[in-house]
């Protein structure tokens, strides 16, 4: 946003040169990102007069001036038809950067130089109102007022000597987004009190409220309507003054009515608008919310389709007005116009946000509804523009303003505690000293309790909510540079070294396990949602329909990514991703918070092959036992030793041949083969092999501590048995017999071989595993191992109906 020095110096006094002015603000926390001397534009341009005008010898087209530019007199060869003696004019002397070269397709500025034309040697140029920069007219020279100073610096008689800031403004301080805020940082700055324009008005004894009415429908999104009415206006140019301080902010100036409308609204930060009152029907005002697809022409030319939630201004018969946005084209004030209605209201900033999103429709109205603006204000701005209007365009104002505000505002208060402030702050602040940076501020405090000041907040600093917000004003005001940096080190040797997150740890595990990290978008779009078919969540208001959905799983992410790598070639994928998933829970309460749930998940995937082609080694593709092997070394890396896989089928819309994942009986996760439905939906080829595990089971049930034992001092002992059990019956149930009666030197416990077929019966399969006994007091005799392995034999022949193969 740009600011006017000038415009500043008559809200407050200061002596401050801009770069100071500028580094000071900035400290402020008020950024002021450059500034430009509006001056420089026209060094080297003098007004000058035209005293004598022949034919140039050599060219029909060209004359030869004589120009007085008040120290010497110039010979100017000129090629304008309109020039012409006795003229005042602009004059460019040598060295001047020309703003606009007409005769460059691109019209970029040149250095105009002392040259010869067609023979005669010019000392100048006459330029036009294009070369200038402040008009279209390229044909001829721009002729100046007749009481223009010969010899004056042309910037000066422009009114172009001012300097203007562009200054950043951060998303909560709506206030700033106009001179009276930034005349107020300066003021706390300096210790000054900012300068408030009185509005001075000459009503006479008609009333406003007899002729319009207003009423508000919405109050949520319009709190407060103030409107006033004029009449007898003479719409017509601004005065240059005007048309000079809002060309230098930016704006192009259009009519009175219009130009002192955003003069004010840049001078207090209050948008307004002006109707024309004759063509609002009935003439009321309804502030309502528009009717779905209701169609609106805005001040643009642009046809607008409306939704519900859309909040509009409104006649007794049609919308005349997006509320906090633009007005419609057929309400405007045209030259024609005599008599206005003026608006200015509150809109709800949320409400003027969704509004301006969705129409794709950024405005310097909407931009300061959507940081907010001061509720209170509303009037005085009113009565400021009529103020000007009375003066500027003879308007007759009638008496009083049209102001609906049902429910007041309460004036926010906030304790805040010194003790508080420079405990956050690392200072040393007594409570006077920060009752006087915050009444600097030009916010009211009384005194509470011993440490505590009861701070009344302006209705202008929406921003001001909870005493860590009036902390930060006391560093602003206290000078963030005065704020000592205090640097400690130690080192203690009695506490553990800081233990990891489990994000991070499961992070350096995969990496290190050959898996490369993906981040998948969490948004997902409507076909992505429907093929993943669990509880899917909605945006209300979605960026674009390709992020309509929160994602319920990690996999149609890594799909995605999966396909894509396959496009490029890549055949051997090992990924990972630690990510959110969502779900509605409660279908019958969608608009509960309650409902839904969020759940950290991590994703392993193995697709294409589970190794590279090199000499001597053979690849294949990766298959089931893989994905099993490693959520296996994953588990064991987190010390989670008591988890076990139920093989049982739980029918998931993704994935086939699910494996559930318990530890110490809580549910974790799964792993099994994506469908090749689904992969062919997002045209992958091959498997692909996935596991999910919940991180949140992981971080409860992991053990933390570890334990450390002796190197075994005595040998192992290794037996391997082979049972026969019929082909229906889980491994898993097997090996759980074995561990139950193998006692506590049962250290190891491997299945090596399945064998099905002859000499085997049919409906038979026989299980081979490989026994370590590991012994910490003794070395083991035949006999002790015998007995154990006999234990163990009628164990699970008991408990499986195996029949013992084979043993060594």
Not at 258 to 277: C, I, K, R, S
Not at 355 to 363: A, D, P
Not at 533 to 554: F, H, Q, W
Not at 696 to 715: E, G, I
Request: net charge neutral.
């Amino acid at each position: 946003m740009r600011i006017s020095h000038q415009w500043l110096k008559e809200l407050i006094d200061f002596k401050l040169t801009p770069e100071k002015l500028a580094d000071e603000v900035s400290m402020l926390g008020l950024e002021i990102a450059s500034y430009e001397d509006l001056s420089r534009k026209y060094e080297k341009f003098v007004v000058g007069e035209v005293l004598e005008r022949a034919k140039h010898p050599n060219a029909d087209r060209l004359t030869l001036c004589k120009v007085n530019v008040g120290k010497e007199t110039l010979d100017i060869v000129c090629g304008a038809p309109n020039v012409d003696a006795g003229q005042k004019v602009a004059i460019a002397l040598v060295g001047a950067t020309i703003p606009h070269n007409q005769h460059d397709p691109d019209g970029r500025p040149f250095v105009l130089e002392r040259a010869k034309i067609r023979g005669v040697e010019s000392n100048g140029m006459i330029c036009s109102a294009h070369e200038l920069g402040i008009g279209s007219d390229a044909d001829g020279i721009l002729v100046l007022d007749g009481k223009a100073k010969v010899g004056t610096p042309l910037a000066k008689h422009l009114g172009q000597t001012d300097i203007v800031y562009e200054i950043e403004i951060t998303a909560n301080r709506g206030d700033w987004q106009s001179h009276f805020g930034v005349a107020r940082e300066i003021g706390a700055l300096l210790g000054k009190k900012m300068r408030k324009p009185a509005a001075k008005l000459r009503e006479n004894k008609v009333t406003a409220a007899s002729f319009a009415k207003v009423k508000i429908l919405d109050t949520k999104k319009c709190p407060r309507y103030s409107a006033r009415v004029l009449q007898n206006v003479k719409v017509a140019q601004s005065p240059q003054w005007l048309q000079d301080r809002l060309t230098a902010v930016g704006l192009r100036p259009i009519n009175n009515v219009v130009d002192v409308t955003n003069y004010v609204m840049y001078e207090t930060g209050q948008p307004l608008h002006a109707f024309d009152y004759e063509k609002i029907a009935g003439h009321a005002i309804v502030v309502r919310t528009a009717k779905d697809g209701e169609k609106f022409v805005t001040l643009d030319g642009k046809e607008r389709t409306l939704r519900s939630d859309i909040l509009m201004i409104c006649d007794a018969e049609k919308p005349v007005g997006i509320g906090g946005v633009m007005g419609g084209a057929n309400s405007e004030v045209s030259d024609s116009t005599t008599s206005i209605l003026l608006e200015s209201a509150y809109f709800d900033p949320a409400s003027v946000r969704k509004t301006s999103k969705y129409l794709g429709l950024s405005t310097d109205a909407s931009r300061r509804f959507e940081r907010s603006t001061d509720i209170e204000g509303t009037v005085y701005a009113l009565d400021r523009v009529s103020q000007l209007l009375q003066e500027m365009a003879g308007a007759e104002v009638l008496k009083g303003s049209i102001d609906i505000y049902p429910k007041k505002q309460k004036k926010t208060t906030i304790n805040l505690r010194a003790s508080r402030v420079n405990q956050i702050l690392g200072t040393n602040l007594t409570k006077t000293q920060v009752k006087s940076y915050l009444e600097r501020l030009e916010l009211v405090c009384r005194a509470a309790a011993t440490d505590a000041l009861k701070v009344s907040v302006p209705s202008y600093r929406a921003d001001l909510l909870e005493e860590i917000d009036l902390v930060e004003e006391v560093a602003r005001m206290y000078g963030y540079n005065n704020i000592e940096t205090k640097t400690r080190a130690s080192i203690q040797f009695s506490t553990q070294t800081v233990v990891k997150s489990l994000q991070d740890e499961l992070r350096s595990y995969c990496v290190g396990a050959g898996f490369n990290e993906i981040l998948a978008n969490s948004l997902l779009d409507a076909k992505t949602t429907e093929i993943a078919g669990e509880g899917a969540v909605k945006i209300l208001n979605p960026v674009s329909v390709d992020m309509a959905y929160l994602r319920t799983s990690l996999i149609p992410g890594a799909l995605h990514i999966v396909r894509r790598n396959q496009f490029q070639g890549q055949k051997q994928l090992r990924l990972f991703e630690i990510g959110d998933v969502f779900a509605l829970a409660n279908r019958e309460k969608p608009n509960s918070f309650e409902s839904y749930s969020q759940e950290e998940r991590v994703l392993l995937l193995l697709a294409g092959q589970h190794s590279p082609v090199s000499y001597g080694v053979s690849t294949r593709p990766f298959d089931y036992l893989d994905v099993k092997g490693e959520v296996q070394a994953l588990l064991s890396k987190f010390s989670l030793d008591k988890w076990s896989f139920i093989s049982y089928d739980t029918h998931k819309a993704l994935s086939e041949h699910n494996v559930t994942i318990e530890i110490n009986g809580t549910y974790a996760g799964y792993f099994g083969k994506v469908k090749s439905s689904v992969s062919e939906k997002f045209e992958i080829e091959g498997d692909v092999y996935i596991a999910e595990l919940n991180t949140a089971v992981l971080h409860a049930q992991r053990v933390n501590s570890t334990k450390y034992r002796q190197l075994p001092k005595f040998p192992k002992v290794v037996r391997d048995l082979a049972f026969i059990v019929d082909s229906r019956l889980p491994q898993e149930k097997v090996e759980k017999a074995i561990r139950e009666s193998g006692g506590t030197m049962l250290e190891t416990l491997r299945l090596f071989d399945v064998y099905t077929g002859q000499p085997l019966g049919s409906g038979q399969k026989s299980l081979a595993y490989a026994l370590e006994f590991q012994p910490s007091d003794r070395t083991l005799t035949v006999k002790e191992i015998d007995g154990i392995i006999t234990s163990i034999v009628a164990h699970v022949q008991r408990t499986c109906g195996a029949t013992l193969r084979a043993s060594s």
